[in-house]
């Protein structure tokens, strides 16, 4: 079973930049993957996906602040995150799964969590 660990949360201040990274066990190859975030107290929410191709969704309510990107060498994906708000606190996840009309996923990693202050 392929697992999958986040890195890269921690506490920044509104307005700033953070670079998440989520490291799979095994190949990544064939996969698309995804993030996800949860706020305290709301449901997970997807944030966007990337293709085995590269290319990517992204949430409208982030999007044009956060990427996704994927190095499928070193079996890795990337969020950038900029321009940071309070709302974006949370616990980030990535996801592996498959794209059906949406992004279904089946595999999850442990989250990471990342604050923003005022």
């Known amino acids: 079973q392929v697992q999958l660990v986040e890195s890269g949360g921690g506490l920044v201040q509104a307005g700033g930049s953070l670079g998440l990274s989520c490291v799979a066990s095994?190949?990544?190859?064939?996969?698309?993957m995804a993030w996800y975030r949860q706020a305290p107290g709301k449901q997970r929410e997807w944030i966007g996906h990337?293709?085995?191709?590269?290319?990517?969704n992204i949430a409208d309510s982030v999007k044009g602040r956060f990427t996704i990107s994927r190095d499928n060498p070193k079996q890795t994906i990337y969020l950038q995150m900029s321009d940071l708000k309070p709302e974006d606190t949370g616990v980030y996840y990535c996801a592996a799964g498959v794209l059906v009309i949406k992004f279904l996923p089946n595999l999850w990693g442990r989250g990471t969590q990342v604050t923003v202050s005022s």
């Open positions: 095994g190949s990544i190859y064939s996969t698309t």
């Open positions: 990337v293709t085995t191709g590269g290319r990517t």
